[in-house]
């Protein structure tokens, strides 16, 4: 009984990470249409302005995968939460495509470090418990990107306003992912680069997964706006 509860108390902080994490994206995918409508984007001017949070997550990957050579996983998954609650508010204040582009750009670097990070982390959790619980972690993500988007579909159903629902969905990130970032043990230094290299693997592999989801996504896009031309 107490190995089980030391099992659930080291998962219950990544999985909680990895959950606002997926449902912070969730929430933004269902209120695109809204912030296409507010800023009037054609579908074009809105492809580009989507490649935003990757334009961050690039950037801010390696920077946090260098900074984790030295510096807790901990504190590194903290200041991305606080990017990844603070940006996406911004989207529905922005007047023009590009600025909308900065705010998802800031987004997606908050995005990218909690990932780096929080996934480092998970890889170590594994480690200490002698059992994989990495695809639990990501479970822990797709729950709550189902979460956040069937959420943010009923916000709009409902006619609440985008703004509303990304402030909801970042008081939910804060309250609940930094309590859990806070409770993540600082790694030994000893391993430390092993656990970075199977953490950034498992990343990878997500990474993978979500250009395939993306690629299917824009296909489905490009063939509802000829449906619609016809």
Known sequence: MADRWASLAARAPVTIV????????????????????????????????????????????????????????????????????????????????WQLFAALAGWGAGLGVVDVGINIEGAAVQDRLGRRTMSGFHAAYSIGGL????????????????????????????????????????????????RLERGLSALLARCLGRAGRGRVHGVLVDHDRRQAGR
């Open 147 to 194: 979460v956040g988007a069937g959420l943010g579909g009923i916000a709009a159903a409902s006619g609440v306003t985008a703004r509303a629902d990304f402030l909801a969905a970042g008081v939910v990130v804060l309250g609940a992912g930094l309590p859990g970032g806070n409770v993540i043990r600082q790694l030994p230094g000893r391993g430390r680069g092993r």
């Open 18 to 97: 990895f959950g606002v994490l997926g449902l912070s994206t969730g929430t933004w995918a269902a209120r695109i249409p809204a912030i296409k409508t507010a800023l009037h984007l054609s579908p074009g001017v809105l492809g580009l302005t989507l490649l935003g949070p990757a334009f961050g997550s690039v950037l801010a990957m390696p920077l946090a995968g260098a900074i984790l050579a030295t510096v807790p996983p901990r504190r590194v998954v903290q200041c991305g939460l606080l990017f990844l609650a603070g940006m996406l508010p911004l989207t529905t204040v922005v007047s023009s495509p």
